[in-house]
């Protein structure tokens, strides 16, 4: 129990101290390396929860494709991100507007109560004794909401071929490939024997 205590407080201290740096780093490589950070310790958090499905999906999804794709952006955009900050101060009041109504919305949600309701009685599919926590999830992804699960899959499909839409680019002497043509090649059409005389060359 103490080592639990010690664990949760050692990667609560590091998941906030990296969450603080993510924003305040002046370099924006060392943002994306801190949210790296904030992300592995907020799986440990998981792992200490007894999620352990979602520990390891955040590590394969967030730091394996999200945060490592945001550090190849920043890296090969080169970005001038003076003249982006340089209009930060303009934009101050309205951003301390925004955090000040996220507060006021915490506080309300932390004073009326909510989350000191038994969360046992208000589980829809609570998990049973004799299977894991990534089986039981499972379960109730293919099961119950299976239709909602392949729904939020094509909805997911069809955004990432709209953006490969919206992004393809159509360039000028580019080469392409075309499947009917080469499968519809024969020895006549691909192959061109010629008379070569000696001394002369091809």
Do not use: C, W
């Not at 919206?166 to 075309?178: C, D, F, M, P, S």
């Amino acid at each position: 129990m103490i080592i639990e205590t010690i664990a949760f407080y050692l990667f609560a201290t590091v998941t906030v101290a990296s969450g603080v740096m993510v924003v305040s780093a002046r370099n924006p490589v060392h943002s994306v390396l801190f949210l790296i950070l904030a992300f592995l310790n907020s799986a440990g958090l998981f792992v200490l929860l007894g999620a352990e499905f979602l520990a390891m999906v955040l590590i394969i999804v967030y730091v394996g494709a999200v945060a490592v794709l945001f550090l190849f952006v920043v890296m090969m955009l080169d970005v001038n991100f003076a003249e982006l900050r340089a209009g930060f101060t303009r934009y101050l009041p309205i951003g301390a507007v925004i955090g000040l109504v996220l507060l006021l919305e915490l506080a309300f949600v932390l004073g009326s109560g909510a989350l000191h309701i038994e969360t046992s009685e208000l589980a829809l599919a609570p998990l049973r004794e004799e299977v894991s926590n990534t089986e039981a999830l499972g379960d109730l992804l293919y099961t119950r909401y299976v239709y909602l699960f392949e729904a939020a899959g094509m909805i997911l499909l069809i955004a990432m071929v709209g953006a490969i839409v919206l992004t393809h680019r159509k360039r000028a002497g580019v080469k392409k490939q075309k499947i009917a043509r080469q499968v519809a090649r024969d020895a006549r059409t691909s192959i061109e024997i010629k008379d070569v005389r000696p001394g002369e060359g091809a």
